[in-house]
Antibody
Framework: QVQLVESGGGVVQPGRSLRLSCSAS????????MHWVRQAPGKGLEWVAF????????YYADSVKGRFTISRDNSKNALSLQMNSLRTEDTAVYYC?????????????WGQGTLVTVSS | QSALTQPASVSGSPGQSITISCSGT?????????VSWYQQHPDKAPKLMIY???NRPSGVSSRFSGSKSGNTASLTISGLQAEDEADYYC??????????FGTGTKVTVL
């Protein structure tokens, strides 16, 4: 069965960096595009970033553009999110998610999420 | 990209039908067939319920159905059950090559 397991969350000070990881199993990782989606405490879902199946195409939400970088290693079935210049408003549960379509159209599986808290 | 607009809450009695609306623009909901719906129980990950406006993934109950008219999409839950009590989010692909989610709707089973 499809499994997505995020790690790397924690408490970090504003302006610092953090790297999230997602380990994928139960499917052919290299055949699927992937997303990161976040959810601030008590708030709704916010799409963060997308990467195509081969890593050649990447897109970001305006709120993180220039600060966050999505990447993948298909040889290790791993997805990453490098987060720099963190702000208090980046505090959220970050979900790794698989794209269920051939291109960006919808998410069909989600990980359980990892909490990132940005606070001084 | 502004969030799609959903009612904050919708309620119904067991067995009834309810409909959740999702209002966007011609740059997202109205411009594409790529509207999806997600169910999220407290402290759980979201679950895909509908994709491409009206398609149900394998394993999702036929009590869930989706539709779209113009810039507004809708999710209907028929034969409401206690287990349907959750938050529901719509989502759409956009002209900005991004995804935009709805504001979320809390469904309460009375």
């Amino acid at each position: 069965q499809v499994q997505l397991v995020e790690s790397g969350g924690g408490v970090v000070q504003p302006g610092r960096s953090l790297r999230l990881s997602c380990s994928a199993s139960g499917f052919t990782f290299s055949g699927f595009a992937m997303h990161w989606v976040r959810q601030a405490p008590g708030k709704g879902l916010e799409w963060v970033a997308f990467i195509s199946y081969d890593g050649s195409n990447k897109y970001y939400a305006d709120s993180v553009k220039g600060r966050f970088t999505i990447s993948r290693d298909n040889s290790k079935n791993a997805l990453s999110l490098q987060m720099n210049s963190l702000r208090t408003e980046d505090t959220a549960v970050y979900y790794c998610a698989r794209d269920g379509s051939s291109w960006f159209w919808w998410i069909d599986f989600w990980g359980q999420g990892t909490l990132v808290t940005v606070s001084s | 990209q502004s969030a799609l607009t959903q009612p904050a809450s919708v309620s119904g009695s067991p067995g009834q039908s309810i409909t959740i609306s999702c209002s966007g623009t011609s740059s997202d909901v109205g411009g594409y067939k790529y509207v999806s719906w997600y169910q999220q129980h407290p402290d759980k990950a979201p679950k895909l319920m509908i994709y491409e406006v009206s398609n149900r993934p394998s394993g999702v109950s036929s009590r869930f159905s989706g539709s779209k008219s113009g810039n507004t999409a809708s999710l209907t839950i028929s034969g409401l059950q206690a287990e349907d009590e959750a938050d529901y989010y719509c989502s759409s692909y956009t002209t900005s090559t991004s995804q935009v989610f709805g504001t979320g709707t809390k469904v309460t089973v009375l």
